[in-house]
Protein backbone atom coordinates (compact mmCIF):
# COMPACT_ATOMS: atom_id res chain seq x y z
CA UNK A 1 0.00 0.00 0.00
CA UNK A 2 1.25 3.12 -1.06
CA UNK A 3 1.55 5.83 1.66
CA UNK A 4 -0.32 9.14 1.21
CA UNK A 5 2.20 11.96 0.26
CA UNK A 6 1.12 15.29 2.41
CA UNK A 7 2.72 18.47 1.23
CA UNK A 8 3.45 21.19 3.61
CA UNK A 9 1.75 24.34 2.52
CA UNK A 10 4.87 25.42 1.80
CA UNK A 11 5.56 23.17 -0.54
CA UNK A 12 2.13 23.10 -2.39
CA UNK A 13 2.60 26.28 -2.67
CA UNK A 14 6.19 26.26 -4.17
CA UNK A 15 5.07 23.18 -6.11
CA UNK A 16 2.23 25.85 -7.34
CA UNK A 17 5.07 28.20 -8.27
CA UNK A 18 6.37 25.86 -9.79
CA UNK A 19 3.77 24.39 -12.40
CA UNK A 20 2.98 28.47 -13.32
CA UNK A 21 6.42 28.79 -14.33
CA UNK A 22 6.29 25.78 -16.21
CA UNK A 23 3.04 27.25 -18.02
CA UNK A 24 4.72 30.76 -19.01
CA UNK A 25 8.02 29.07 -20.06
CA UNK A 26 6.54 26.51 -22.06
CA UNK A 27 3.89 29.83 -23.73
CA UNK A 28 7.44 31.69 -24.01
CA UNK A 29 9.27 28.81 -26.03
CA UNK A 30 6.23 28.86 -28.56
CA UNK A 31 5.94 32.33 -29.08
CA UNK A 32 9.78 33.51 -29.22
CA UNK A 33 11.42 32.98 -32.93
CA UNK A 34 13.17 29.85 -33.25
CA UNK A 35 16.88 30.16 -33.07
CA UNK A 36 17.79 28.34 -36.31
CA UNK A 37 15.45 31.12 -38.51
CA UNK A 38 17.47 34.33 -39.60
CA UNK A 39 18.70 36.65 -38.34
CA UNK A 40 20.27 33.53 -35.99
CA UNK A 41 21.83 35.93 -33.73
CA UNK A 42 19.13 37.76 -32.82
CA UNK A 43 16.65 35.26 -32.42
CA UNK A 44 19.33 33.44 -29.96
CA UNK A 45 20.11 36.55 -28.15
CA UNK A 46 16.33 37.00 -27.17
CA UNK A 47 15.75 33.82 -26.07
CA UNK A 48 19.10 33.35 -24.24
CA UNK A 49 17.85 36.15 -22.55
CA UNK A 50 14.00 34.94 -22.24
CA UNK A 51 14.62 31.45 -21.32
CA UNK A 52 17.56 31.83 -18.68
CA UNK A 53 14.80 31.31 -16.08
CA UNK A 54 14.51 33.93 -13.13
CA UNK A 55 11.53 33.60 -11.12
CA UNK A 56 8.87 34.77 -13.94
CA UNK A 57 7.17 36.77 -11.01
CA UNK A 58 5.11 38.79 -13.52
CA UNK A 59 3.60 35.75 -14.94
CA UNK A 60 2.85 33.97 -11.82
CA UNK A 61 1.16 37.35 -10.88
CA UNK A 62 -1.02 37.58 -13.40
CA UNK A 63 -2.37 33.42 -13.23
CA UNK A 64 -2.66 34.05 -9.67
CA UNK A 65 -5.41 37.16 -10.27
CA UNK A 66 -6.32 34.74 -12.90
CA UNK A 67 -7.12 32.01 -10.21
CA UNK A 68 -9.19 35.06 -8.11
CA UNK A 69 -11.08 36.06 -11.36
CA UNK A 70 -12.28 32.73 -12.43
CA UNK A 71 -9.94 33.17 -15.52
CA UNK A 72 -8.47 30.01 -16.95
CA UNK A 73 -4.53 29.59 -16.80
CA UNK A 74 -4.63 29.17 -20.73
CA UNK A 75 -6.52 32.49 -21.60
CA UNK A 76 -3.73 34.33 -20.01
CA UNK A 77 -0.47 32.77 -21.55
CA UNK A 78 -0.43 36.32 -23.58
CA UNK A 79 -0.37 38.76 -20.89
CA UNK A 80 2.06 36.53 -18.76
CA UNK A 81 4.81 36.57 -21.92
CA UNK A 82 3.89 39.93 -22.67
CA UNK A 83 4.71 40.46 -19.17
CA UNK A 84 8.17 38.47 -19.34
CA UNK A 85 8.83 40.08 -22.71
CA UNK A 86 9.07 43.62 -21.24
CA UNK A 87 10.97 42.57 -18.24
CA UNK A 88 13.48 40.92 -20.27
CA UNK A 89 14.01 43.87 -22.69
CA UNK A 90 13.99 45.86 -19.92
CA UNK A 91 16.88 43.65 -18.23
CA UNK A 92 19.26 43.49 -21.20
CA UNK A 93 19.29 47.47 -22.00
CA UNK A 94 19.99 47.84 -18.14
CA UNK A 95 22.65 45.59 -17.90
CA UNK A 96 24.42 47.56 -21.12
CA UNK A 97 27.84 48.97 -20.24
CA UNK A 98 25.97 52.74 -20.65
CA UNK A 99 23.81 51.32 -17.87
CA UNK A 100 24.33 49.54 -14.71
CA UNK A 101 27.44 47.36 -16.72
CA UNK A 102 26.54 43.84 -15.52
CA UNK A 103 28.25 41.43 -16.58
CA UNK A 104 25.79 38.62 -14.53
CA UNK A 105 22.24 38.30 -14.44
CA UNK A 106 20.00 35.35 -13.61
CA UNK A 107 23.73 33.67 -12.68
CA UNK A 108 24.80 33.85 -16.11
CA UNK A 109 26.76 36.43 -18.56
CA UNK A 110 24.45 39.29 -19.44
CA UNK A 111 22.90 38.77 -23.09
CA UNK A 112 25.94 41.48 -24.28
CA UNK A 113 28.57 39.66 -22.50
CA UNK A 114 27.20 36.36 -24.23
CA UNK A 115 26.53 38.21 -27.33
CA UNK A 116 27.88 41.74 -28.11
CA UNK A 117 25.97 45.16 -27.32
CA UNK A 118 24.81 45.85 -30.47
CA UNK A 119 23.19 42.59 -30.30
CA UNK A 120 21.34 42.90 -27.15
CA UNK A 121 20.44 46.34 -28.26
CA UNK A 122 18.00 44.76 -31.49
CA UNK A 123 17.48 41.86 -29.09
CA UNK A 124 15.72 44.47 -26.27
CA UNK A 125 14.02 46.05 -28.64
CA UNK A 126 12.42 43.11 -30.65
CA UNK A 127 11.56 41.69 -27.57
CA UNK A 128 9.54 45.39 -26.72
CA UNK A 129 7.55 44.81 -30.13
CA UNK A 130 7.07 41.11 -29.35
CA UNK A 131 5.43 41.89 -26.00
CA UNK A 132 2.76 43.62 -27.97
CA UNK A 133 2.42 41.51 -30.68
CA UNK A 134 1.90 38.31 -28.59
CA UNK A 135 -0.61 40.35 -25.75
CA UNK A 136 -2.58 40.73 -29.42
CA UNK A 137 -2.56 37.31 -31.23
CA UNK A 138 -2.67 35.15 -27.68
CA UNK A 139 -5.03 36.58 -26.48
CA UNK A 140 -7.30 37.30 -29.40
CA UNK A 141 -9.36 34.03 -28.80
CA UNK A 142 -10.48 34.83 -25.54
CA UNK A 143 -10.66 38.68 -25.53
CA UNK A 144 -12.83 41.30 -27.41
CA UNK A 145 -10.85 43.48 -29.59
CA UNK A 146 -12.27 46.37 -26.91
CA UNK A 147 -10.67 44.43 -24.14
CA UNK A 148 -6.93 43.82 -26.53
CA UNK A 149 -7.16 47.87 -27.37
CA UNK A 150 -7.30 48.53 -23.55
CA UNK A 151 -4.90 45.44 -22.63
CA UNK A 152 -2.12 46.97 -25.07
CA UNK A 153 -2.87 50.50 -23.60
CA UNK A 154 -2.28 49.74 -20.46
CA UNK A 155 1.13 47.76 -21.40
CA UNK A 156 2.29 50.62 -23.34
CA UNK A 157 1.46 53.38 -20.19
CA UNK A 158 3.11 50.86 -17.87
CA UNK A 159 6.29 50.15 -20.04
CA UNK A 160 6.85 53.98 -21.66
CA UNK A 161 8.08 57.40 -20.44
CA UNK A 162 5.54 57.28 -17.82
CA UNK A 163 6.12 53.56 -16.45
CA UNK A 164 8.98 51.54 -16.60
CA UNK A 165 11.90 53.31 -19.04
CA UNK A 166 10.77 56.84 -16.96
CA UNK A 167 11.55 55.03 -13.55
CA UNK A 168 14.56 53.61 -15.32
CA UNK A 169 15.33 57.31 -16.39
CA UNK A 170 14.98 58.59 -12.65
CA UNK A 171 17.24 55.70 -11.66
CA UNK A 172 20.20 56.73 -13.61
CA UNK A 173 20.02 60.33 -12.44
CA UNK A 174 20.17 59.59 -8.55
CA UNK A 175 23.39 57.80 -8.66
CA UNK A 176 25.52 60.45 -6.61
CA UNK A 177 22.36 61.83 -5.32
CA UNK A 178 20.69 61.95 -2.74
CA UNK A 179 17.19 61.03 -3.10
CA UNK A 180 13.90 61.63 -0.12
CA UNK A 181 11.81 58.64 0.52
CA UNK A 182 9.26 60.11 -1.49
CA UNK A 183 11.67 60.13 -4.63
CA UNK A 184 12.91 56.69 -3.83
CA UNK A 185 9.16 55.58 -3.96
CA UNK A 186 8.51 57.67 -7.63
CA UNK A 187 11.47 55.93 -9.21
CA UNK A 188 10.39 52.80 -7.90
CA UNK A 189 6.37 53.05 -8.69
CA UNK A 190 7.36 54.09 -12.07
CA UNK A 191 10.42 51.50 -12.33
CA UNK A 192 9.51 48.08 -11.43
CA UNK A 193 5.87 49.12 -9.52
CA UNK A 194 4.07 50.23 -13.29
CA UNK A 195 4.68 46.67 -14.78
CA UNK A 196 4.02 44.66 -11.32
CA UNK A 197 0.33 46.57 -11.22
CA UNK A 198 0.48 45.91 -15.14
CA UNK A 199 0.63 42.35 -13.95
CA UNK A 200 -2.74 42.21 -12.14
CA UNK A 201 -4.59 44.65 -14.12
CA UNK A 202 -4.15 42.73 -17.76
CA UNK A 203 -6.43 39.80 -16.54
CA UNK A 204 -9.05 42.14 -14.79
CA UNK A 205 -9.47 43.95 -18.27
CA UNK A 206 -9.11 40.53 -20.29
CA UNK A 207 -12.41 39.23 -19.36
CA UNK A 208 -14.14 42.26 -18.62
CA UNK A 209 -15.77 41.12 -15.58
CA UNK A 210 -13.80 42.76 -13.05
CA UNK A 211 -15.36 46.08 -11.50
CA UNK A 212 -13.87 48.87 -11.66
CA UNK A 213 -13.49 48.88 -7.19
CA UNK A 214 -12.46 45.35 -8.23
CA UNK A 215 -9.76 46.53 -10.61
CA UNK A 216 -8.69 49.64 -8.20
CA UNK A 217 -8.52 46.91 -5.07
CA UNK A 218 -5.93 44.84 -7.08
CA UNK A 219 -3.79 47.75 -8.31
CA UNK A 220 -3.92 48.47 -4.30
CA UNK A 221 -2.23 45.19 -4.34
CA UNK A 222 -0.15 45.17 -6.62
CA UNK A 223 1.53 48.49 -5.64
CA UNK A 224 1.99 47.79 -2.29
CA UNK A 225 3.60 43.75 -3.08
CA UNK A 226 5.81 46.01 -5.65
CA UNK A 227 6.90 48.40 -2.96
CA UNK A 228 7.44 45.28 -0.86
CA UNK A 229 9.60 43.64 -3.40
CA UNK A 230 11.62 46.58 -3.44
CA UNK A 231 12.24 47.02 -0.05
CA UNK A 232 13.29 43.42 0.08
CA UNK A 233 15.26 43.76 -2.48
CA UNK A 234 17.03 46.52 -1.49
CA UNK A 235 17.64 44.67 2.20
CA UNK A 236 18.97 41.08 0.48
CA UNK A 237 21.32 43.49 -1.07
CA UNK A 238 22.40 44.59 2.36
CA UNK A 239 22.39 41.32 3.59
CA UNK A 240 22.67 38.30 1.22
CA UNK A 241 25.25 36.81 -1.13
CA UNK A 242 26.15 37.36 -4.47
CA UNK A 243 25.93 33.44 -4.99
CA UNK A 244 22.08 33.22 -3.67
CA UNK A 245 21.61 36.22 -5.60
CA UNK A 246 22.51 35.31 -9.22
CA UNK A 247 23.51 38.86 -9.01
CA UNK A 248 26.46 40.95 -7.53
CA UNK A 249 26.02 41.44 -3.64
CA UNK A 250 26.02 45.20 -2.80
CA UNK A 251 25.89 46.42 -6.44
CA UNK A 252 23.61 49.10 -5.54
CA UNK A 253 25.48 50.43 -2.76
CA UNK A 254 28.82 50.42 -4.73
CA UNK A 255 26.77 52.48 -7.34
CA UNK A 256 26.02 54.67 -4.39
CA UNK A 257 22.21 54.29 -5.24
CA UNK A 258 19.59 55.56 -2.62
CA UNK A 259 18.19 52.66 -1.36
CA UNK A 260 15.16 51.76 1.51
CA UNK A 261 18.24 50.83 4.21
CA UNK A 262 20.51 53.87 3.40
CA UNK A 263 17.27 56.32 4.02
CA UNK A 264 15.83 54.40 6.88
CA UNK A 265 18.41 51.75 8.36
CA UNK A 266 18.19 48.44 7.93
CA UNK A 267 15.31 47.81 10.95
CA UNK A 268 13.80 50.85 9.27
CA UNK A 269 13.56 49.29 6.19
CA UNK A 270 12.77 46.02 7.69
CA UNK A 271 9.66 47.94 9.40
CA UNK A 272 8.67 49.26 6.12
CA UNK A 273 8.67 45.85 4.99
CA UNK A 274 6.10 44.66 7.33
CA UNK A 275 3.56 47.70 6.94
CA UNK A 276 3.52 47.13 3.21
CA UNK A 277 2.68 43.50 3.53
CA UNK A 278 0.21 44.42 6.03
CA UNK A 279 -1.28 46.89 3.32
CA UNK A 280 -1.08 44.07 0.72
CA UNK A 281 -3.34 41.77 2.26
CA UNK A 282 -5.52 44.32 3.61
CA UNK A 283 -6.38 45.32 -0.11
CA UNK A 284 -7.63 41.93 -1.12
CA UNK A 285 -10.09 41.72 1.37
CA UNK A 286 -13.77 41.80 -0.23
CA UNK A 287 -11.47 38.69 -2.36
CA UNK A 288 -12.46 35.17 -1.71
CA UNK A 289 -10.39 32.47 -0.61
CA UNK A 290 -9.68 32.51 -4.86
CA UNK A 291 -7.29 35.33 -4.01
CA UNK A 292 -5.34 33.33 -2.02
CA UNK A 293 -2.48 32.94 -4.23
CA UNK A 294 -2.19 36.18 -4.60
CA UNK A 295 -2.06 36.48 -0.81
CA UNK A 296 0.35 33.37 -0.59
CA UNK A 297 2.85 36.00 -3.23
CA UNK A 298 2.59 38.40 -1.10
CA UNK A 299 3.78 36.38 1.77
CA UNK A 300 6.32 34.87 -0.03
CA UNK A 301 7.73 38.34 -1.24
CA UNK A 302 8.44 39.57 2.03
CA UNK A 303 10.25 35.84 3.32
CA UNK A 304 12.12 35.52 0.43
CA UNK A 305 16.14 34.97 0.46
CA UNK A 306 16.89 35.84 -3.12
CA UNK B 1 -3.68 94.50 -59.91
CA UNK B 2 -1.86 91.33 -58.42
CA UNK B 3 -0.39 88.77 -60.55
CA UNK B 4 -1.89 85.41 -60.37
CA UNK B 5 0.80 83.05 -58.76
CA UNK B 6 1.11 80.07 -60.81
CA UNK B 7 3.01 77.01 -59.25
CA UNK B 8 4.68 74.81 -61.71
CA UNK B 9 4.22 71.01 -60.85
CA UNK B 10 7.25 70.53 -59.06
CA UNK B 11 6.60 73.50 -56.43
CA UNK B 12 2.46 72.35 -55.98
CA UNK B 13 4.36 68.91 -55.19
CA UNK B 14 6.92 70.58 -52.66
CA UNK B 15 4.36 72.57 -51.18
CA UNK B 16 2.17 69.68 -50.21
CA UNK B 17 4.97 67.93 -48.73
CA UNK B 18 5.61 70.67 -46.87
CA UNK B 19 2.36 71.23 -45.85
CA UNK B 20 2.13 67.39 -44.38
CA UNK B 21 5.45 67.53 -42.27
CA UNK B 22 3.84 70.37 -40.70
CA UNK B 23 0.99 68.35 -39.91
CA UNK B 24 3.16 65.57 -38.55
CA UNK B 25 5.29 68.47 -36.89
CA UNK B 26 2.15 69.37 -34.90
CA UNK B 27 1.15 66.04 -33.97
CA UNK B 28 4.39 64.89 -32.99
CA UNK B 29 4.41 67.77 -30.58
CA UNK B 30 1.12 67.05 -28.99
CA UNK B 31 2.12 63.60 -28.39
CA UNK B 32 5.46 63.90 -27.06
CA UNK B 33 5.75 64.35 -23.30
CA UNK B 34 5.93 68.16 -22.04
CA UNK B 35 10.21 69.01 -21.87
CA UNK B 36 9.44 70.32 -18.42
CA UNK B 37 7.99 67.35 -17.35
CA UNK B 38 10.14 64.64 -15.14
CA UNK B 39 11.95 62.98 -15.97
CA UNK B 40 13.34 65.96 -18.00
CA UNK B 41 16.39 64.99 -19.35
CA UNK B 42 14.77 61.41 -20.88
CA UNK B 43 11.90 63.90 -22.36
CA UNK B 44 13.88 66.30 -23.50
CA UNK B 45 16.03 63.51 -25.22
CA UNK B 46 13.03 61.75 -26.99
CA UNK B 47 12.14 65.23 -28.32
CA UNK B 48 15.70 66.26 -29.49
CA UNK B 49 15.49 63.43 -31.73
CA UNK B 50 12.04 63.12 -32.97
CA UNK B 51 11.54 67.13 -33.48
CA UNK B 52 15.21 67.27 -35.24
CA UNK B 53 13.92 67.51 -38.67
CA UNK B 54 13.73 64.75 -41.23
CA UNK B 55 11.85 64.48 -44.20
CA UNK B 56 9.16 62.68 -42.41
CA UNK B 57 8.51 60.03 -45.93
CA UNK B 58 6.74 57.26 -43.44
CA UNK B 59 3.94 59.96 -42.22
CA UNK B 60 3.87 61.60 -45.94
CA UNK B 61 3.21 58.55 -47.22
CA UNK B 62 0.38 57.33 -44.74
CA UNK B 63 -1.29 60.47 -45.45
CA UNK B 64 -0.67 60.16 -49.11
CA UNK B 65 -2.13 56.57 -49.24
CA UNK B 66 -5.34 58.36 -47.04
CA UNK B 67 -6.11 60.80 -50.06
CA UNK B 68 -5.60 57.57 -52.19
CA UNK B 69 -8.67 55.97 -49.83
CA UNK B 70 -10.53 59.03 -48.57
CA UNK B 71 -9.56 59.27 -45.35
CA UNK B 72 -8.86 62.65 -43.99
CA UNK B 73 -5.45 63.77 -42.80
CA UNK B 74 -6.99 64.82 -39.35
CA UNK B 75 -7.53 60.42 -38.90
CA UNK B 76 -4.14 59.46 -39.46
CA UNK B 77 -2.37 61.44 -37.29
CA UNK B 78 -1.84 58.52 -34.95
CA UNK B 79 -0.46 56.44 -37.89
CA UNK B 80 1.80 59.32 -38.71
CA UNK B 81 2.86 59.97 -35.41
CA UNK B 82 3.35 56.30 -34.58
CA UNK B 83 5.64 55.45 -38.05
CA UNK B 84 7.55 58.57 -37.02
CA UNK B 85 8.45 57.12 -33.78
CA UNK B 86 9.33 54.28 -34.61
CA UNK B 87 11.37 55.16 -37.11
CA UNK B 88 13.24 57.88 -34.48
CA UNK B 89 13.61 55.16 -32.05
CA UNK B 90 15.04 53.31 -34.79
CA UNK B 91 17.72 55.94 -35.89
CA UNK B 92 18.84 56.26 -32.45
CA UNK B 93 19.70 52.61 -31.81
CA UNK B 94 21.61 52.71 -34.69
CA UNK B 95 23.55 55.29 -33.87
CA UNK B 96 24.92 54.45 -30.95
CA UNK B 97 28.55 53.67 -30.39
CA UNK B 98 28.03 50.04 -30.47
CA UNK B 99 26.09 50.13 -33.82
CA UNK B 100 26.88 52.48 -36.52
CA UNK B 101 28.53 54.95 -34.32
CA UNK B 102 27.12 57.83 -36.01
CA UNK B 103 28.24 61.21 -34.42
CA UNK B 104 25.58 63.84 -36.58
CA UNK B 105 21.96 62.91 -37.81
CA UNK B 106 20.43 65.15 -39.37
CA UNK B 107 23.02 67.82 -39.46
CA UNK B 108 23.03 67.68 -35.73
CA UNK B 109 24.83 65.62 -33.08
CA UNK B 110 22.96 62.51 -32.50
CA UNK B 111 21.14 61.46 -29.37
CA UNK B 112 23.93 60.06 -27.15
CA UNK B 113 26.01 62.88 -28.23
CA UNK B 114 23.76 65.36 -27.28
CA UNK B 115 22.49 63.53 -23.72
CA UNK B 116 24.37 60.46 -23.50
CA UNK B 117 24.52 56.76 -24.14
CA UNK B 118 21.95 55.32 -21.10
CA UNK B 119 19.58 58.32 -22.09
CA UNK B 120 19.52 57.41 -25.85
CA UNK B 121 18.89 53.85 -25.26
CA UNK B 122 16.23 54.68 -23.11
CA UNK B 123 14.66 57.33 -25.11
CA UNK B 124 14.50 54.88 -28.18
CA UNK B 125 12.93 52.45 -25.74
CA UNK B 126 10.06 55.16 -24.62
CA UNK B 127 9.86 56.41 -28.13
CA UNK B 128 8.98 52.55 -29.20
CA UNK B 129 6.13 52.18 -26.49
CA UNK B 130 4.83 55.78 -27.38
CA UNK B 131 4.29 54.44 -30.90
CA UNK B 132 2.12 52.13 -29.65
CA UNK B 133 0.22 54.42 -27.49
CA UNK B 134 -0.13 57.01 -29.78
CA UNK B 135 -1.41 54.73 -32.15
CA UNK B 136 -4.04 53.86 -30.16
CA UNK B 137 -5.26 56.92 -28.43
CA UNK B 138 -5.12 59.20 -31.41
CA UNK B 139 -7.02 56.92 -34.10
CA UNK B 140 -9.80 56.06 -31.11
CA UNK B 141 -12.10 58.36 -32.04
CA UNK B 142 -11.97 56.90 -36.00
CA UNK B 143 -11.38 53.51 -36.16
CA UNK B 144 -13.02 50.85 -34.41
CA UNK B 145 -11.42 48.66 -32.11
CA UNK B 146 -10.82 45.94 -34.23
CA UNK B 147 -9.39 48.01 -36.66
CA UNK B 148 -6.91 49.41 -33.96
CA UNK B 149 -6.03 45.67 -33.20
CA UNK B 150 -5.27 45.31 -36.38
CA UNK B 151 -3.12 48.22 -36.93
CA UNK B 152 -1.16 47.54 -33.73
CA UNK B 153 -0.58 43.82 -34.95
CA UNK B 154 0.41 45.42 -38.39
CA UNK B 155 2.89 47.55 -36.40
CA UNK B 156 4.54 45.11 -34.24
CA UNK B 157 5.40 43.13 -36.76
CA UNK B 158 6.79 45.81 -38.78
CA UNK B 159 8.71 46.99 -36.03
CA UNK B 160 10.14 43.71 -34.54
CA UNK B 161 12.45 40.39 -35.02
CA UNK B 162 11.07 39.85 -38.77
CA UNK B 163 10.79 43.55 -39.61
CA UNK B 164 12.79 46.81 -38.71
CA UNK B 165 14.71 45.18 -35.67
CA UNK B 166 15.69 41.91 -37.89
CA UNK B 167 16.82 44.03 -41.05
CA UNK B 168 19.19 45.67 -38.48
CA UNK B 169 20.48 42.85 -37.14
CA UNK B 170 21.17 41.29 -40.70
CA UNK B 171 22.51 44.35 -41.81
CA UNK B 172 25.02 44.22 -38.87
CA UNK B 173 26.27 40.47 -39.79
CA UNK B 174 26.53 41.80 -43.31
CA UNK B 175 29.83 44.22 -42.86
CA UNK B 176 32.92 42.07 -44.56
CA UNK B 177 30.56 39.73 -45.92
CA UNK B 178 29.53 39.36 -49.45
CA UNK B 179 25.92 39.49 -49.60
CA UNK B 180 24.11 37.85 -53.17
CA UNK B 181 21.65 40.23 -54.66
CA UNK B 182 18.91 38.44 -53.17
CA UNK B 183 20.37 38.75 -49.65
CA UNK B 184 20.30 41.91 -50.05
CA UNK B 185 16.87 42.63 -51.14
CA UNK B 186 16.19 40.71 -47.93
CA UNK B 187 17.65 42.69 -45.69
CA UNK B 188 16.64 45.95 -46.89
CA UNK B 189 12.85 44.67 -47.37
CA UNK B 190 13.40 44.24 -43.51
CA UNK B 191 15.38 46.92 -42.28
CA UNK B 192 13.52 50.02 -44.37
CA UNK B 193 11.08 48.25 -46.37
CA UNK B 194 8.49 46.57 -43.45
CA UNK B 195 8.28 50.17 -42.13
CA UNK B 196 7.65 51.53 -45.43
CA UNK B 197 4.85 49.19 -45.90
CA UNK B 198 2.92 49.74 -42.83
CA UNK B 199 2.86 53.18 -43.69
CA UNK B 200 0.68 52.34 -46.66
CA UNK B 201 -1.49 49.83 -44.99
CA UNK B 202 -2.11 51.34 -41.71
CA UNK B 203 -4.25 53.75 -43.22
CA UNK B 204 -5.88 51.04 -45.62
CA UNK B 205 -7.11 48.83 -42.48
CA UNK B 206 -7.45 52.13 -40.54
CA UNK B 207 -10.69 52.82 -42.63
CA UNK B 208 -11.96 49.18 -43.03
CA UNK B 209 -12.74 50.46 -46.50
CA UNK B 210 -10.12 49.08 -48.20
CA UNK B 211 -10.32 45.40 -50.11
CA UNK B 212 -7.86 42.64 -49.97
CA UNK B 213 -6.66 43.52 -53.06
CA UNK B 214 -6.12 46.84 -52.48
CA UNK B 215 -4.19 46.19 -49.82
CA UNK B 216 -2.13 44.15 -51.96
CA UNK B 217 -2.16 46.89 -54.32
CA UNK B 218 -0.73 49.12 -52.39
CA UNK B 219 1.65 46.98 -50.45
CA UNK B 220 3.52 46.15 -53.89
CA UNK B 221 3.69 49.93 -54.16
CA UNK B 222 5.59 50.12 -50.80
CA UNK B 223 7.84 47.71 -52.18
CA UNK B 224 8.67 48.58 -54.93
CA UNK B 225 9.11 52.44 -53.42
CA UNK B 226 10.98 51.55 -50.57
CA UNK B 227 13.11 49.63 -52.90
CA UNK B 228 13.83 52.12 -55.55
CA UNK B 229 14.96 54.54 -52.50
CA UNK B 230 17.40 52.33 -51.44
CA UNK B 231 18.97 51.70 -54.99
CA UNK B 232 19.12 55.51 -55.56
CA UNK B 233 20.44 55.57 -51.66
CA UNK B 234 23.42 53.62 -53.19
CA UNK B 235 23.55 55.25 -56.68
CA UNK B 236 23.96 58.07 -55.03
CA UNK B 237 26.68 57.46 -52.71
CA UNK B 238 28.85 56.29 -55.50
CA UNK B 239 28.24 59.10 -57.87
CA UNK B 240 28.52 61.79 -54.93
CA UNK B 241 31.84 60.18 -54.43
CA UNK B 242 32.35 60.67 -58.33
CA UNK B 243 31.83 64.29 -58.34
CA UNK B 244 33.64 64.96 -54.98
CA UNK B 245 36.51 63.18 -54.95
CA UNK B 246 37.19 62.12 -58.63
CA UNK B 247 36.70 58.85 -58.02
CA UNK B 248 35.07 56.24 -60.32
CA UNK B 249 33.02 53.63 -58.97
CA UNK B 250 33.95 51.03 -56.56
CA UNK B 251 35.00 53.61 -53.40
CA UNK B 252 32.17 51.80 -51.91
CA UNK B 253 33.39 48.57 -52.08
CA UNK B 254 36.45 49.55 -49.88
CA UNK B 255 33.78 50.16 -46.99
CA UNK B 256 32.82 46.23 -47.62
CA UNK B 257 29.19 47.08 -47.40
CA UNK B 258 27.11 45.24 -50.18
CA UNK B 259 25.11 47.23 -52.40
CA UNK B 260 23.59 47.79 -55.55
CA UNK B 261 26.19 49.18 -57.56
CA UNK B 262 28.58 47.12 -56.00
CA UNK B 263 25.91 43.99 -57.26
CA UNK B 264 25.24 45.44 -60.46
CA UNK B 265 27.10 48.04 -61.57
CA UNK B 266 26.25 51.60 -61.95
CA UNK B 267 24.82 50.77 -65.23
CA UNK B 268 22.45 47.97 -63.39
CA UNK B 269 21.35 49.55 -60.40
CA UNK B 270 20.18 52.42 -62.75
CA UNK B 271 18.17 49.84 -64.67
CA UNK B 272 17.05 48.29 -61.61
CA UNK B 273 15.76 52.03 -60.37
CA UNK B 274 14.34 52.63 -63.53
CA UNK B 275 12.37 49.23 -63.89
CA UNK B 276 11.23 49.09 -59.98
CA UNK B 277 10.18 52.70 -60.48
CA UNK B 278 8.07 51.21 -62.66
CA UNK B 279 6.46 48.77 -61.00
CA UNK B 280 5.79 51.05 -58.32
CA UNK B 281 3.54 53.26 -60.93
CA UNK B 282 2.22 50.06 -62.38
CA UNK B 283 0.91 48.64 -58.56
CA UNK B 284 -1.47 51.47 -58.40
CA UNK B 285 -3.19 51.55 -62.04
CA UNK B 286 -6.44 50.66 -60.15
CA UNK B 287 -6.24 53.39 -58.12
CA UNK B 288 -7.88 56.90 -59.81
CA UNK B 289 -6.17 60.27 -59.54
CA UNK B 290 -6.82 60.37 -56.13
CA UNK B 291 -3.45 58.53 -55.79
CA UNK B 292 -1.89 61.28 -57.54
CA UNK B 293 0.15 61.87 -54.84
CA UNK B 294 1.96 58.37 -54.36
CA UNK B 295 2.46 58.50 -57.82
CA UNK B 296 4.29 62.02 -57.22
CA UNK B 297 6.38 60.47 -54.24
CA UNK B 298 7.41 57.68 -56.64
CA UNK B 299 8.67 59.93 -59.13
CA UNK B 300 10.29 61.94 -57.00
CA UNK B 301 12.18 58.66 -54.80
CA UNK B 302 13.97 58.11 -58.21
CA UNK B 303 14.83 61.80 -58.89
CA UNK B 304 16.36 62.78 -55.80
CA UNK B 305 19.55 63.96 -55.39
CA UNK B 306 20.20 63.96 -52.07
Not at 85 to 101: E, G, K, R
Not at 158 to 183: C, K, P, T
Not at 203 to 217: M, N, V
Amino acid sequence: MKEAIELTAEEAFQQQLQSLQIEVNNALDRVLPAENREPQRLHEAMRYAVMAGGKRVRPILAYATGMALDIPVTHLHGIACALELIHTYSLIHDDLPAMDNDDLRRGRPTCHKAYDEATAILAGDALQALAFEVLISESAQTSSDKQLVQMVSTLTLAAGHAGMAGGQAIDLAAVNRQLSLDELQHMHRLKTGALIEASVLLPALSSGKTSEAGREQLKQFAWHIGLAFQIQDDILDVTGDTETLGKTQGADIALNKPTYPSLLGLDGARQKLKDTHKAAIEALQEFDHKADLLRQIADYIVARTY
